[in-house]
């Protein structure tokens, strides 16, 4: 329990091993917490309100063993307590590189030195008392003088050799001290060591922390960058998809025969279709009326009277096939040109209508647009 008030202390001092085993467990805790153990987002934001009070509390304490301001203390809990908020709220992998920053902020606070020597008890010095988790210290009882006193069963005392335990703050009695004891105070040659490179490089210090920083921030925001990117592309090909008219697919219906090898059908909305087959080999749309683009001589349909009809479309499929499609509006006039004209010429293609009025009466849709 002692140890446990110890880490929520705000007036004691902690040496550097101290605090970068807390900073450790701290990380530790809430990688293992936040990625494994906890889902629900109020535990987490739990969890991390009380690392951050503790990582808090042992930056405070170790600004003050080494008589530096407590705004040191303050930046680097907003900067992990900020890290830690960031992987919390983005369930990333990539969110784990913020992790760098609490570990920079450790190690500078690491880095700074004592100010003055202090008796450490597990690295912690202050109201807390942690003398029960010290070890005791082995003193030798060393004998008064070499007389041999009377005894009252006539034993004599000899010299005892036994050894006593004390604790380390309490000193045996007629035991002979050094004038000055200096106190215990644990040394780092590690913080010592990234305490003099920070002093000495303290540009290339500063320079590495932002690009560290830039790089966090960047490897953090990936998974936006993608998302946002697969957006654009999704957004890009749905205007595209939009903006490309829809080719309606034409259902081919009512074949009927004519005697000058051509054929007629009709389409679901019944527009009028003039089939016929041809040498000439040739693919896709020849003609379309929306584009005005392709073979001139497919525009219309002539008849030998004159009379001229529009084509919606002209079509090649199956190396060779034509089809001719017209529009609902025009598919009574067309059918009335073919059983009452001689002939009629569409895509340079000239044919007879010799016997198209019999043709026409054998099928009755086709025999009531005739007549």
């Avoid at 050799?161 to 004038?179: K, R, T």
């Avoid at 059908?265 to 080999?281: M, R, T």
């Avoid at 497919?298 to 009809?309: A, H, P, S």
Wanted: aromatic residues 10%; charged residues 15%; hydrophobic residues 45%.
């Amino acid at each position: 329990m002692q140890l446990i008030k110890s880490l929520f202390c705000f007036k004691g001092l902690d040496n550097s091993e101290r605090y970068f085993a807390i900073s450790i467990c701290c990380l530790a805790v809430f990688f293992l917490f936040n990625g494994v153990i906890l889902s629900s987002l109020t535990a987490k934001l739990i969890l991390l309100v009380l690392i951050t009070i503790v990582y808090f509390a042992a930056g405070i304490r170790r600004c003050r063993d080494s008589h530096k301001r407590s705004m040191t203390a303050w930046l680097t809990s907003i900067v992990t307590f900020l890290s830690f908020l960031v992987i919390i709220l983005i369930p990333s992998a990539t969110s784990y590189v913020l992790l760098i920053l609490p570990v920079m902020a450790s190690l500078y606070l690491f880095s700074l030195p004592s100010f003055a020597p202090q008796v450490y008890v597990m690295g912690y010095c202050g109201p807390v008392d942690l003398s029960e988790l010290s070890e005791p210290v082995k003193v030798e009882r060393k004998p008064l003088s070499n007389r041999i006193e009377p005894s009252l069963f006539g034993v004599t005392n000899q010299q005892d050799d036994e050894l006593s335990f004390y604790a380390p703050s309490i000193e045996p009695e007629n035991v002979e001290q050094p004038a000055t004891q200096p106190p215990r105070q644990a040394s780092n040659d590690l913080a010592l060591f990234i305490h003099k490179w920070l002093i000495a490089n303290q540009k290339i210090a500063v320079a590495a922390g932002i690009f560290i920083l830039f790089i966090s921030a960047v490897i953090t925001s990936l998974p936006f960058i993608n998302n946002a990117m697969t957006a654009d592309s999704e957004a890009q090909t749905a205007e595209q998809q939009a903006a490309k008219p829809e080719t309606a697919v034409t259902q081919r219906q009512q074949l009927l025969a004519m005697p000058d090898e051509f054929y007629l059908l009709l389409d679901q909305n019944e527009g009028l279709i003039v089939h016929w087959q041809a040498d000439l080999i040739r693919e896709g749309e020849i003609w379309s009326q929306a584009s005005a683009t392709g073979d001139d001589s497919c525009e219309v349909i002539e008849f030998n009277n004159g009379d001229k009809v529009r084509t919606i479309n002209v079509v090649v499929e199956d190396s060779g096939s034509y089809y001719a499609n017209f529009s609902p509006l025009d598919t009574a006039s067309v059918v009335r040109s073919l059983a009452r004209r001689g002939n009629f010429g569409l895509c340079g293609y000239n044919f007879s209508l010799k016997g198209s009025q019999k043709a026409l009466n054998s099928n009755p849709i086709y025999s009531d647009y005739a007549n």
